[in-house]
Structures are given as structure tokens and as C-alpha cells.
């Protein structure tokens, strides 16, 4: 990636997470029924400025298909594609870019719109994973078996994106 291309594979990213998901929930039917929310989820953070929750715009990921309101109504989705999330810092100290995104970026704001906190992320060259809580990993059909790890300081279960795309249940939501 060039030197300033950050946020255009960040954006790219959140495309390809959207149309995952999209599929997933349609299982395999459409790809359009999630989008980016506008500026990237900022839209919902200036307007609780001013006091006005736009829950709907709340997150990375917004539904922009009546199939979808019942994930996004439910789940908070924070995306991030870094060169390094520090994994190793995150298992060890419970610190780091990984650390912060998934307690301040996340479970914060997610209990700000009241939802349930979803993280999917990508480092250079590894598996997208996606980062849940107990509850949330219990909503999908129990996702225990496939978790490659769990924090009980922070509640954070992680699951290789590609195994909860073939093995949760949006039946469940």
C-alpha cells in the first residue's frame, strides 16, 4: 500500500465486509443489503453532539435493506483494516491498537446506541477475524468451538470472519 493509501483500503475494506454480510444474512441470495454508514459512522457520533442519536447511521455498517434492520437494530459494527493491530499485545497485556478499537471503538459506543458490540478486522496478511461478546457469540448458534480466543478482562471472544460466516445462524437474530 502507497504511503497515504490508508484510508482508501479502510474504505475498500468496509465494502467487502458489507457485501459479506449482506450474503451471509440472504445466505448468498444478495449482496446489497448493508452499506457504509455515512462518513464512515461519524454522521451518528456529531449528531449525539447535539444530543440526537442516530442509531440507525451508528457504526461502519449501516442496513439499507428492510433484510438487514434486525442485525444492524441489534449489533454495532466497527471495522478496521491496519497494517498492525498488535495482536500480540492485546493476548499478553490486554493494550494496543486491537485492545483500544475493541473497548473504546466498540463496546463504548455500543452501549452509547444500546447494541450489542461487533468488531471485524484485518491485519496486513492475516484472516479477517471478528471480535464479539459472550453474548453476542451465544446469539449466533454458539460460536465457542470455532473462537481462536478469549479475554475474560475485556469479554472479548475472536472468530475467524470466514468460520462465523459459514457457521452462525442469522436465523437467530
Same mark, same amino acid.
Given at each position: 500500500?502507497? !504511503?497515504?493509501?490508508?484510508?482508501?483500503?479502510? &474504505?475498500?475494506?468496509?465494502?467487502?465486509?458489507?457485501?459479506?454480510? &449482506?450474503? @451471509?444474512?440472504?445466505?448468498?441470495?444478495?449482496?446489497?443489503?448493508? @452499506?457504509? !454508514?455515512?462518513? &464512515?459512522?461519524?454522521? %451518528? +457520533?456529531?449528531?449525539? =453532539? /447535539?444530543?440526537?442519536?442516530?442509531?440507525?447511521?451508528?457504526?461502519?455498517?449501516?442496513?439499507?435493506?428492510?433484510?438487514?434492520?434486525?442485525?444492524?437494530?441489534?449489533?454495532?459494527?466497527? *471495522?478496521?483494516?491496519?497494517?498492525?493491530?498488535?495482536?500480540? &499485545?492485546?493476548?499478553?497485556? =490486554?493494550?494496543?491498537?486491537?485492545?483500544?478499537? @475493541?473497548?473504546?471503538? +466498540?463496546?463504548?459506543?455500543?452501549?452509547?446506541?444500546?447494541?450489542?458490540?461487533?468488531?471485524? %478486522?484485518?491485519?496486513?496478511?492475516?484472516?479477517?477475524?471478528?471480535?464479539?461478546? +459472550?453474548?453476542?457469540?451465544?446469539? /449466533?448458534?454458539?460460536?465457542?468451538? *470455532?473462537?481462536?480466543?478469549?479475554?475474560?478482562? +475485556?469479554?472479548? @471472544?475472536?472468530?475467524?470472519?470466514?468460520?462465523?460466516?459459514?457457521?452462525? !445462524?442469522?436465523?437467530?437474530?
Amino acid at each position: 500500500m502507497r !504511503s497515504g493509501g490508508g484510508k482508501a483500503k479502510g &474504505s475498500e475494506f468496509e465494502r467487502h465486509v458489507c457485501k459479506q454480510l &449482506s450474503l @451471509w444474512i440472504t445466505h448468498g441470495k444478495k449482496q446489497d443489503i448493508f @452499506w457504509r !454508514s455515512a462518513m &464512515s459512522g461519524g454522521r %451518528a +457520533t456529531v449528531a449525539l =453532539n /447535539f444530543d440526537i442519536v442516530l442509531s440507525a447511521q451508528a457504526g461502519d455498517v449501516s442496513a439499507v435493506h428492510e433484510e438487514g434492520y434486525k442485525f444492524t437494530n441489534k449489533y454495532y459494527v466497527e *471495522i478496521k483494516f491496519y497494517k498492525d493491530l498488535e495482536y500480540k &499485545s492485546l493476548l499478553l497485556n =490486554n493494550t494496543g491498537k486491537f485492545a483500544k478499537f @475493541w473497548e473504546h471503538d +466498540t463496546c463504548e459506543q455500543a452501549r452509547r446506541y444500546s447494541k450489542l458490540p461487533m468488531f471485524i %478486522a484485518k491485519e496486513n496478511r492475516q484472516p479477517i477475524m471478528i471480535g464479539l461478546n +459472550t453474548i453476542g457469540v451465544q446469539n /449466533f448458534g454458539d460460536l465457542r468451538s *470455532i473462537a481462536k480466543a478469549r479475554l475474560f478482562a +475485556t469479554d472479548l @471472544w475472536l472468530v475467524p470472519f470466514e468460520d462465523f460466516l459459514h457457521k452462525a !445462524s442469522p436465523k437467530r437474530l
